[in-house]
C-alpha cells in the first residue's frame, strides 16, 4: 500500500497562485507516472497533469502555460505550481501515483485524499 499526503490547497482570488504537493510512502516499488487530477461539483475527475520518472509531462489544455508540473524523485514527491488562477479551477485535486513492485510482476494505482482549491472572482 502506498499513502499519499497532500498539501497546499486553499482559496485564493482569481489571478493568484498556489503549490500543492503530494509526498508517497517508500515501499519495495518505483514510482514511475505521477499526477494530479480534479473534480468540480457535478462534474467527472479529469486529468489536469501528469508527469513521468523521467520528467515528461503532459497537461490538460485548459491548464496550459498555467500550470507546471515538477517532482523531487529523491523525495517521492511530486508538485503542481498553478499560476493565474480562474474560478474555472475550483475544485477538489487528487494527486495520483502508478508504482511497479520490485520483486513482482504487479503495477499499482494510488490516490491521495484530495485537497480542496477554491478560486473567488
Known amino acids: 500500500q502506498v499513502q499519499l499526503v497532500e498539501s497546499g490547497g486553499g482559496l485564493v482570488q482569481a489571478g493568484g497562485s498556489l503549490r500543492l504537493s503530494c509526498a508517497a510512502s517508500r515501499g519495495p516499488f518505483n514510482i514511475n507516472d505521477m499526477g494530479w487530477y480534479r473534480q468540480a461539483p457535478g462534474k467527472q475527475r479529469e486529468l489536469v497533469a501528469v508527469i513521468s520518472r523521467g520528467g515528461s509531462a503532459n497537461y490538460a489544455d485548459s491548464v496550459k502555460g498555467r500550470f507546471t508540473i515538477s517532482r523531487e524523485n529523491a523525495k517521492n514527491t511530486v508538485y503542481l505550481q498553478m499560476n493565474s488562477l480562474k474560478p474555472e479551477d475550483t475544485a477538489v485535486y487528487y494527486c495520483?501515483?502508478?508504482?511497479?513492485?520490485?520483486?513482482?510482476?504487479?503495477?499499482?494505482?494510488?490516490w491521495g485524499q484530495g485537497t480542496q482549491v477554491t478560486v473567488s472572482s
Open positions: 495520483n501515483v502508478r508504482v511497479a513492485y520490485y520483486l513482482l510482476d504487479k503495477t499499482g494505482d494510488f
